[in-house]
């Protein structure tokens, strides 16, 4: 078998760390209780396991309580039930939403569906770096407004969204805000009082857990209170029903117990190797730009753009590299990504958008190889031409 490509695509998923796989082994063998199971031992042993976890989480979140963590099957699942369960919850109050047009499909598709289904919807643009303006959130507003969604931080161009700002747009006229922050957690710090979010979504596999398995915080006070879109056994405050995939939520508590202890670091060696990369490119492939913003950005995100080359061409040529052009939820449809026409760049530009996203494991000696494929698969691109 030839050996697999450097993995440079991060922003997609994220290898399990070995510690989080060995914290979830236990729950695989002879703690397989269900969580839910009242009346023995299996099932004590299941219950404090997954309350630990929602410890973990709701501390690293700054929640006031762990029980404003509802686990769910991913952020796919939380953005839905953020959405719908708002609006739904809130129906009699409003019928207005508003979102930005760089949302996760997530995001955007069921406030489209709900659209479909007679609710208006507001979909504001972002500026050139990818950030939408407070501002206009303000003015999108009205009395009929029940909930606003913007992403902390995007999957594609990294930009983190000035949400704080955003908190105190929402606070000042009583909206709820929800945030997409499944990019975020465990890459930066979150600090939900000073976000002023009623609502977060986030999935493990983002942050070194296990796929499967993710939360959305759902504020106490002010009390935010959804309409459950799953019905069954009440589990999870009745908020989401499903026995709980404990191994998995033991994962996402290790996986960001271990996120927040090692982020300073992580973020600071992960910068470190994404600037590198970007220095050779600037110094070696004429005609390169970056999307996004030039410093409110993730730090393993580099969005890059080559004068004259398509990026599914350049994939062809980058087979010893792991990364993609848009992102991998979209990438069943070959339309370029939505992300890059909201910033409004030629079309050339967005043909050519190249995602490359830095983890955890990734080398100096892997960044170097990275650049000397780039190198030679623009070369060979642009001789071609
Ligand atoms: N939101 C964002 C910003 C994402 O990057 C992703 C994953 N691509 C999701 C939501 C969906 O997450 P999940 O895979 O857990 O459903």
């Given at each position: ?49 997954v309350e630990m976890a929602r410890e973990e989480i709701a501390r690293a ?325």
């Amino acid at each position: 078998m030839s050996a697999l490509p450097i993995y440079l695509d991060h922003h997609s998923t994220t290898p399990v760390d070995p510690r989080v796989l060995e914290a979830m082994l236990p729950f695989y063998r002879g703690d397989f209780g269900n969580a839910a199971s009242r009346s023995h031992a299996y099932g004590w042993r299941a219950e404090t396991a997954v309350e630990m976890a929602r410890e973990e989480i709701a501390r690293a979140l700054g929640a006031a309580k762990p029980a404003e963590i509802v686990f769910t099957s991913g952020a796919t699942e939380a953005n839905n039930l953020a959405i719908l369960g708002a609006a739904d919850a809130l129906a009699e109050r409003g019928d207005h939403l508003v979102t930005s047009a760089i949302e996760h499909p997530s995001v955007l598709d069921p406030c489209r569906f709900l659209e479909s289904r007679g609710k208006r919807l507001t979909v504001l643009p972002v500026d050139a770096d990818g950030r939408v303006d407070p501002a206009a959130v303000a003015e999108a507003i009205t009395e009929r407004t029940v909930l606003v969604s913007i992403m902390l931080a995007n999957n594609e161009i990294g930009v983190i969204e000035p949400l704080a700002e955003i908190g105190r747009v929402c606070a000042e006229r009583g909206v709820w805000l929800h945030t997409d922050a499944t990019q975020v957690l465990g890459k930066l710090p979150i600090d939900l009082g000073e976000l002023g979010v009623a609502l977060l979504s986030a999935s493990a596999h983002k942050l070194y857990g296990p796929k499967g398995v993710g939360c959305l915080y759902v504020r106490r006070r002010p009390r935010v209170r959804l309409t459950p879109q799953l019905h069954g056994g009440g589990h999870e405050r009745g908020l989401r029903s499903g026995t709980l995939p404990v191994p998995l939520v033991v994962g996402f508590g290790e996986a960001v117990r271990i996120a927040v202890a090692e982020q300073q670091a992580e973020a600071k060696r992960v910068a470190e190797l994404r600037d590198r990369l970007w220095r050779r490119i600037q110094a070696e492939i004429p005609g390169a730009h970056r999307n996004g913003h030039p410093t409110e950005c993730l730090a393993g995100n580099l969005h890059v753009s080559f004068d004259g080359v398509d990026a599914d061409g350049l994939l062809a040529e980058l087979t010893e590299l792991a990364v993609s052009t848009g992102s991998a939820c979209s990438s069943a449809t070959p339309e370029p990504s939505h992300v890059l026409r909201a910033l409004g760049h030629s079309e050339s530009r967005v043909r050519g958008g190249l995602r490359i996203g830095i983890g955890r494991f990734n080398t100096p000696e892997e960044i170097d190889r990275a650049g000397d494929a780039l190198v030679r698969g623009v070369g060979r691109l642009r001789e071609a031409a």
